[in-house]
């Protein structure tokens, strides 16, 4: 069952086949989607838990799309870095079961099929994204999930919704484009398109500065689709307009297909082994530093929680940055599980924020408060959220921001790891703000106490993933080692 | 450095025009003017990467009779094929989110919609 070869194509056309029916499933029925997409995120989440299973027992497979040769066909690569799929299986999942009461208040009735279509799409790019070997293959999987990010933000027929999505689209097109031409010059100097491939041929290249000229566009134009401080501003705007469900997948997940570009990159460039990567390291430590204060910073003044949200995703994204940057064992090992454990928080925290949202109708914190009395299982798990996301044990945010202190320590840079501190420092105090307003301070509106809890499909994903923060921190060994084997491959070229 | 220039003509050409629709995006305030200007550099970036695949006094890479090498590299045309079915679909977003902006507030002019925001 679980070495069955072909589950990994599986997991790609499922949920592609699934949204582009969502629509024809929906005609009779518009009660209908919700479920269709549901079950077809579920048979999915089944193909990457065999998946999964599978990269454990036997380290990573290729496939071999159509059965064309490599470097000539498509491979599909399947590596302990690709079982992201397993986050984002999970995420969409519960971000689908929450739509199901929040979409059907805040977007007209006739337009909810296509709602579902854009958001397994979505999720059909990312899964494509992290388990693909071919280059051309990448790009195309990343419009795929950056188009249907463009349409999601608009979805929810808010004011600036539409101008948001815009600047959104604008600089996603932009940044897209300058990887295309990076993939352009590197399949000039190799003659490859197959990841692996250009990465052997990469070793003897002549000609150092169309490839260096590459890395530099790549890595530049995945910096815009992580939002690395000077080039976030798309990202506050975009992620706190969106429907709150559409908010945890762009936050918990979209923004880290940047981040896991990155991450390939650095593979191609670590296995052609001859590659000086010092200075793209010490722009990514340096810009991951500048993250993580100027967003803990820009979220302190906020009182919309789901923009304070938002600026907390650009310092937690400069945490990952920075790890990698760092290019030591614990630093990379650290960005990658916090690729995993931000988005577990990060989802908690929006969804949460969501409910809060469907019920009360209000956003911001001075309107929120008191609201922890009103609806306290909702409150208690943006709370948990919180603490994680600040890093206090035992919680999942401690323990991959202290594998990145110790790679900062590792890799001889000491001042990053204080960085990393005084950052959670920052983080502290906002996200005090919040739980502050929720608890003890006097309702602005009195009417916000009687309001009861969310229905049961929206508390639920939030309280499961406040319960995996939990147990996250507890269990924060078994990513960790998980991963292990595949950053010491990755070092060790 | 002008015979390189002149060498690689193409390749000079795809840069200014990537530049041409840089400026346009950066500094136009006009919306439908600024997704003009990203269609600029996609097709600059497009003739740059057909560019790459062309050898001189190649031939169109299909066997049969009559087929002699030197081939095109046909690898760079099928790429932008791609590459153009995904630009179609971000204009046609683009260009629905202008509609809609358009409807909302009456205008599309970037400097007027930031002093409405």
Not at chain 1, 130 to 137: A, C, H, P, R
Request: include cysteine; proline fraction near 5%; aromatic fraction near 12%.
């Amino acid at each position: 069952m679980v070495s069955w070869p072909h589950w990994i194509i599986v997991a790609i056309i499922m949920p592609m086949a699934g949204a582009v029916l969502t629509p024809i499933v929906s005609r009779k029925n518009d009660k209908a989607a919700p479920v269709w997409a549901l079950f077809i995120m579920s048979l999915t989440s089944l193909a990457a838990l065999f998946l999964i299973v599978r990269v454990a027992q036997e380290g990573p497979f290729s496939y071999l799309v159509g059965g064309w040769a490599r470097p000539y066909g498509i491979e599909l690569h399947f590596d302990e870095f690709s079982a992201s799929i397993g986050i984002i299986c999970l995420i969409g999942w519960l971000a689908l079961l929450f739509s199901y009461h929040y979409v059907a208040e805040s977007i007209p009735k006739p337009r909810i099929p296509y709602y579902y279509t854009l958001v397994l799409l979505n999720l059909t790019g990312m899964i494509g994204f992290v388990m693909t070997g071919d280059l051309f293959n990448l790009y195309v999987f990343m419009e795929i999930l950056s188009l249907s990010a463009y349409a999601l933000v608009a979805v929810s027929g808010e004011r600036v919704a539409e101008m948001a999505a815009f600047k959104y689209l604008v600089m996603g097109a932009v940044s897209s484009l300058i990887i295309l031409f990076s993939i352009g010059l590197l399949y000039a100097v190799t003659g490859s398109l197959n990841m692996a491939d250009i990465s052997t041929r990469l070793a003897g290249i002549e000609s150092r500065l169309p490839v260096m000229l590459a890395l530099a566009g790549m890595a530049m134009a995945l910096m815009v689709k992580a939002a690395i401080f000077p080039l976030h501003i798309w990202l506050p705007d975009a992620h706190a307009i969106a429907p709150s469900p559409v908010s945890a997948i762009l936050s918990g997940l979209v923004v880290k297909t940047g981040v896991f570009g990155l991450l390939r990159v650095y593979q191609i460039f670590y296995g052609a082994g001859t590659y000086e990567l010092a200075g793209l390291n010490t722009t990514l430590i340096w810009l991951g530093a500048i993250s993580i204060i100027m967003g803990a910073f820009f979220a302190i003044f906020q009182e919309d929680i789901k923009m304070m949200l938002a600026y907390s995703t650009i310092s937690n994204v400069g945490y990952i940055v920075m790890g990698l940057g760092l290019a030591s064992q614990y630093g990379i090992i650290g960005a990658t599980v916090h690729i995993f454990n931000h988005a577990l928080i990060k989802a908690t925290l929006f969804l949460g924020a969501g409910a809060l949202m469907y019920k009360t109708g209000y956003r911001t914190l001075t309107d929120l408060r008191g609201v922890g009395k009103a609806m306290p299982l909702t409150s208690m798990a943006m709370s948990i959220g919180a603490i994680s996301i600040v890093g206090i044990p035992p919680t999942a945010g401690f323990l991959c921001k202290w594998y990145i202190a110790l790679g900062a320590f590792q890799a001889g840079q000491p001042a990053f790891g204080f960085a990393l501190v005084f950052g959670a420092l920052f983080i502290f105090i906002y996200y005090i703000r919040m739980v502050n307003s929720f608890y003890f301070q006097p309702p602005t509106h009195p009417e916000i106490l009687e309001v009861g809890e969310a229905p049961v499909s929206m508390l639920f994903p939030v309280l499961l993933l406040a319960a995996l923060c939990l147990v996250m921190g507890i269990l924060g060994r078994i990513p960790l080692s998980f991963i292990e084997p595949a950053v010491t491959r990755m070092l060790g070229g | 450095m002008i015979e390189a220039l002149w060498v690689n003509l193409d390749y000079a050409a795809s840069v200014v025009l990537f530049l041409i629709g840089l400026y346009a995006v950066i500094a136009k305030d006009n919306l439908i003017k600024k997704f003009m200007g990203l269609n600029i550099m996609e097709t600059a970036i497009f003739a740059f990467i057909v560019a790459l695949g062309v050898v001189d006094g190649g031939d169109a890479p299909i066997m049969g009779e009559g087929a002699r090498a030197p081939f095109t590299n046909p690898i760079p045309q099928a790429l932008i094929l791609t590459g153009i079915v995904v630009a179609v679909s971000t204009t046609a977003l683009a260009l629905s989110l202008i509609i809609r902006i358009y409807r909302q507030c009456g205008t599309i002019e970037a400097d007027e919609l930031r002093e409405m925001e």
